[in-house]
């Protein structure tokens, strides 16, 4: 067999000077002035007249404002500022703007703990924490900060500062893993990383000027700040961010009330979206099609969507190091049990798990890899040189993802190295399995991993949630079923040594706030008592 194909050769390197900032808000023909390029929602039923609405104008010169009030603060270009805001449009101004003045932006989730929050703050050492009043009591002693009544200062008085041009390679914003492989790693991030992002465009995101993209995540995730505003704002198109009271049923409305034209979330939105008939007598005639990333998308559900709303939803996979990078998308025609294939321009690779850093074959499994020259791919893990020297191999960045190519260039992906699970000795995928047992009857949600049955004796289970009605609450009958059920239909799907030994129902799986299931945390819902596989009590 030949060596696989690496996509095209890279792109051009980013324009020098260069600032993140001034690529997505500075005046530019896409961005006509009086144009609105950022809506919030507070209330999903109000007229969107009430919405927060900023015109490309007014962000323009807000942002500037916002780095003139942090370097009056006496934060200096390099420097870090710590943003704990919450789900509002000043943890848009406050990363956009700091990354104006050159200032490094730090965004993070309002649900860390006082514990995690120190660990932020130790690790990467801000010289600013910008924080809204209920989160200012998780913050450690002797921090530095302001909150939005200087922010409102800044907006009101401040004279907008220049945007500060230079290399492209200067950091602009860090972000923190979820820790979900271990301890949150700081990912570094240059300012030509929003050049990095242009094959998306057509690669994935299909978006363009007057184009309206909803976004359902919060302000402080980089899938939100990237796909929900870099992308649409570097392209002309308007941001659209809801922050009002959850329900998992509103998207739809909100498709409706903001004349949407592309819909982005993580797969778990989407399936609680049907679920709850979100899209029932629902307009989308705007709508083009949706995205979704973040976790792999089920076979499944992706038909259940194309099949209640007749749009195409379009997967990506990707991670903190490089933004997404594989997509299927307009363009790219959808494959079942992949999410697509590498962007225009990407150098991928499968790399052997072991051994010189040559390329594999097409239908080889290996680490999923790309070339360390490609702009979007991250400066380095702050402060861990030694995390840095394990992440490339030769020229390729390796992430830990398992896949193989299949002959026509499309990804299929097998999980992480780090949550392959050992079976009788066969390395078995958990995302296998789960978009499997995602199709068996009464299957409303599902992961999978390894649990210690008794010293030495580690089993695959799986943990569900039953879909509305398919269970009795009360009827222990009824769940033994339901269980046996689900190990019968692994059974007649799966190779015997990828079928779960047991089924632990539950009300809902433990996840990130970003909506990926923390396998790690499954076994503690281990139950010895849960139902074992047709062959038997594990041995």
């Known amino acids: 067999m030949s060596p696989q194909p690496q996509s095209q050769p890279p792109r051009a390197d980013a324009p020098e000077p260069f600032n993140l900032t001034a690529y997505c808000l500075a005046p530019a023909p896409q961005r006509p002035p009086d144009r609105v390029g950022l809506i919030v929602i507070h209330d999903a039923d109000a007229p969107l007249a009430e919405a927060e609405q900023w015109t490309f104008g007014r962000l323009d010169v807000a942002v500037r404002q916002v780095a003139a009030g942090l370097l009056a603060e006496g934060v200096r270009p390099g420097e870090r500022v710590l943003l704990r805001l919450g789900n509002t449009s000043d943890a848009a101004l406050l990363f956009f703007g700091a990354m104006a003045a050159g200032i490094v932006a730090v965004p993070t989730s309002s649900m860390l703990t006082a514990d995690e929050v120190a660990f932020v703050v130790g690790d990467a050492e801000p010289a600013l924490v910008a924080v809204a009043p209920e989160l200012a009591a998780a913050l450690p002693a002797g921090v530095r900060a302001v909150g939005p009544a200087q922010i409102v200062g800044w907006l009101r008085d401040a004279d907008p500062t220049a945007y500060r041009m ?225 992440a490339y191999r030769g020229e390729w960045f390796v992430g830990g993802d398992l896949a193989h190519l299949d002959p026509d260039g499309y990804v299929i992906h097998h999980g992480r190295a780090d949550d392959v699970m050992n079976a009788q000795g066969y390395r078995v995928s958990p995302q296998e399995v789960e978009r499997v047992l995602a199709g068996a009857p009464g299957v409303g949600d599902v992961g999978v991993t390894e649990v210690e049955a008794r010293p030495g004796v580690r089993i695959i289970v799986a943990f569900v949630v039953p879909r509305v009605g398919a269970v009795a609450p009360a009827d222990d009958g009824d769940r033994t079923a339901y269980r046996q059920a689900i190990l019968t239909y692994a059974a007649q799907h799966l190779a015997a040594y990828k079928v779960p030994r047991a089924v632990v129902v539950m009300a809902e799986l433990p996840r990130t706030a970003n909506g990926k299931i923390l396998r790690r945390e499954l076994p503690a819902w281990w139950d010895s008592s849960a139902a074992t596989s047709p062959g038997g009590t594990p041995s």
């Not at 049923?249 to 399936?271: D, K, M, N, Q």
């Open 166 to 390: 230079a290399s492209p390679e200067e950091p602009a914003f860090l972000v923190y893993t979820s820790g979900t492989t271990g301890e949150p790693k700081g990912v570094l991030h240059a300012h030509r990383s929003a050049w990095g992002r242009r094959p998306m465009y057509a690669g994935w995101l299909g978006v363009g000027p007057g184009d309206t993209l909803l976004h359902a995540g919060a302000f402080n995730w980089t899938y939100t700040l990237g796909v929900g505003l870099t992308d649409p704002w570097a392209n002309g198109a308007t941001g659209a961010i809801y922050n009002g009271p959850k329900d998992p049923s509103v998207w739809g409305r909100l498709i409706e009330r903001c004349s949407a034209t592309i819909f982005a979330a993580v797969p778990g939105v989407y399936r609680q979206l049907l679920a709850h008939h979100g899209v029932d007598g629902v307009d989308l005639a705007t709508l083009r099609h949706g995205l979704t990333a973040g976790e792999a998308l089920s076979p499944e559900l992706h038909a259940a969507w194309v099949a209640q709303t007749g749009r195409p939803l379009y997967e990506a996979l990707g991670m903190s190091e490089i933004s997404t990078y594989i997509s299927a998308g307009p363009d790219v025609p959808t494959r079942v049990g992949s999410p697509g294939r590498p962007q225009p321009g990407r150098r991928v690779a499968i790399l052997p798990t072991d051994g010189p850093p040559e390329p594999l074959p097409a239908g080889e499994t290996g680490l999923l890899a790309v070339h360390r020259s490609d702009p979007g791919l991250m400066l380095g893990y702050w402060r861990r040189p030694d995390e840095d020297a394990r």
